[in-house]
């Protein structure tokens, strides 16, 4: 799962104090069919807050699959 669009399109809160992810973020991720998949992540300016972010890709077989990952500092 390629999520560089995403990572990129977060970058422009950097300037606002607004968290967003490092751009030392891993961009390709394998995972094995049924099996688990953590997708690491940094992010800067997090302060107080919590981050949840919710990505959206397609499975080779063409089914919709919602991946959901919570970061609680």
């Known amino acids: 799962m390629d999520i560089s669009n995403?990572?990129?399109s977060t970058y422009k809160f950097e300037?606002?104090?607004e968290p967003y992810f490092d751009n030392i973020t891993?961009?390709?991720y394998t995972a094995a069919v049924g099996q688990p998949a953590y997708l690491h992540c940094?992010?800067?300016n997090l302060?107080?807050?919590e981050v949840v972010c919710i990505l959206?890709?397609?499975t080779l077989h063409s089914n919709n699959c919602l991946y959901i990952?919570?970061?609680l500092f």
Do not use: L, P, Q, W
């Open 15 to 17: 300037n606002k104090g």
């Open 47 to 49: 302060g107080d807050r």
């Open 69 to 71: 990952c919570s970061f």
């Open 26 to 28: 891993k961009r390709n």
């Open 56 to 58: 959206r890709a397609y």
């Open 6 to 8: 995403f990572c990129n």
């Open 42 to 44: 940094r992010v800067k």
